[in-house]
C-alpha cells in the first residue's frame, strides 16, 4: 500500500485543519487506517484510527473530543479532521495502514505515508 497525506499547514490555536491521506496499491477496505503524529524531539504517538470490520473509531486522550477520523473505502481515503487546535498539536502527521483490528502501537501498523507538518501557532 502507498499512502500520500496532505492537508497540513500554518493555523492559529482555535482553527481547524482537515488531514487527507489517499491509498493506493492495495484493496483500501481490507485495512485498518491510523494517524499518528511526532513532534520536534518526541515520539512518535498515536493520534486516531478507525477499523477495517465497523468502521469503530478510537482516540488518544489528547485528541479525543477534537478530532474525528473517518475513510471512504470508495474514494480509497482516510481523512482526520482535527478542530480547536492547540499550540501543542504542532507536529508532522503520518497516516498508516494495518493488515490487523488497528491498534494504538506503530507496530500495529505495516505502511507508512510520508507525513504533512501541522503548525498551530498561539
Known amino acids: 500500500v502507498q499512502l500520500q497525506a496532505c492537508g497540513g499547514g500554518l493555523v492559529q490555536a482555535g482553527g481547524s485543519l482537515r488531514l487527507s491521506c489517499a491509498a493506493s496499491g492495495r484493496t483500501f477496505s481490507n485495512y485498518a487506517m491510523g494517524w499518528f503524529r511526532q513532534a520536534p524531539g518526541k515520539e512518535r504517538e498515536f493520534v486516531a484510527r478507525?477499523?477495517?470490520?465497523?468502521?469503530?473509531?478510537y482516540y488518544s486522550d489528547s485528541v479525543k473530543g477534537r478530532f474525528t477520523i473517518s475513510r471512504d473505502n470508495a474514494k480509497n481515503t482516510v481523512y482526520l479532521q482535527m478542530n480547536s487546535l492547540k499550540p501543542e498539536d504542532t507536529a508532522v502527521y503520518y497516516c498508516?495502514?494495518?493488515?490487523?483490528?488497528?491498534?494504538?502501537?506503530?507496530?500495529?501498523?505495516?505502511?507508512w505515508g510520508q507525513g504533512t507538518h501541522v503548525t498551530v501557532s498561539s
Open positions: 498508516a495502514a494495518g493488515r490487523t483490528t488497528g491498534g494504538t502501537s506503530i507496530n500495529d501498523y505495516d505502511y
Open positions: 478507525v477499523n477495517r470490520i465497523n468502521w469503530d473509531a
